[in-house]
């Protein structure tokens, strides 16, 4: 009687692995584009935050039926406001490749977390007297670790927000406390 309630506990269980696979593979990778807000600062005492954009495209991939995997390539213009400047900037846009892991709480709010690796494109400071380069000043690359929500509406319309908070030193030669970038994101996006 133990051998027969063991083997059809098995045979369960094996039927429900099966069950859970299927779902999975049924599920396609979905792409999409998203766009959207950036609030982005720098840890440093004289600069305060700044409004930017970002927007790009992503591929969602199912592992799981909840979980996913989620790379995007994205570009985000971060940087800060000079404080005692009030015209000044310093604008660092960045080419993102966020990976992001997604857990799906229901079927159209998911949470999600993960690295990001960005690539400067362009580092400028701008005012009323116009522009200048500052590359030598800083890295043309950036790490950070994002946080995450969406939820999905009807029709693959979705609403977004992130935050990345800077794990790597963005100063050049910089002897004194690291200089990180942060940005919090908000956004739509629509998947195809």
């Known amino acids: 009687m ?20 299927e779902k999975t ?20 005492n004289e600069f305060k935050s700044k409004p930017g954009i970002y927007g790009g495209f992503f591929a969602n991939i199912p592992v799981a039926s909840s979980f996913s995997v989620q790379p995007e390539i994205l570009y985000s213009g971060m940087g800060a406001k000079f404080k005692s400047v009030s015209d000044a900037r310093l604008n660092l846009d960045y080419i993102a490749v966020p990976i992001m892991l997604q857990y799906n709480i229901l079927p159209e709010l998911y949470l999600e977390a993960g690295p990001q690796f960005s690539f400067a494109i ?5 005012g009323d007297g116009g522009s200048a380069d500052v590359d030598s000043l ?13 939820y999905y509406f009807a029709q693959g319309f979705g ?8 794990a790597t030193d963005i100063a050049e030669n910089n002897p004194d406390d690291a200089i990180r970038n942060s940005v919090f994101q908000v956004g739509v996006a629509y998947k195809f």
């Open 159 to 166: 609403l977004t927000a992130r935050f990345v908070a800077g």
């Open 122 to 126: 362009s580092q400028k400071i701008k």
């Open 2 to 21: 133990k051998k027969l309630i063991l083997g059809l506990a098995i045979m369960a269980s094996s039927l429900s692995f099966a069950q859970e696979k």
């Open 138 to 150: 800083f890295k043309g690359f950036d790490f950070g670790v994002g946080l995450g929500a969406g």
């Open 25 to 44: 593979s049924s599920s396609p990778v979905r792409f999409g584009i998203k766009a959207g807000l950036n609030v982005a600062s720098i840890n440093d």
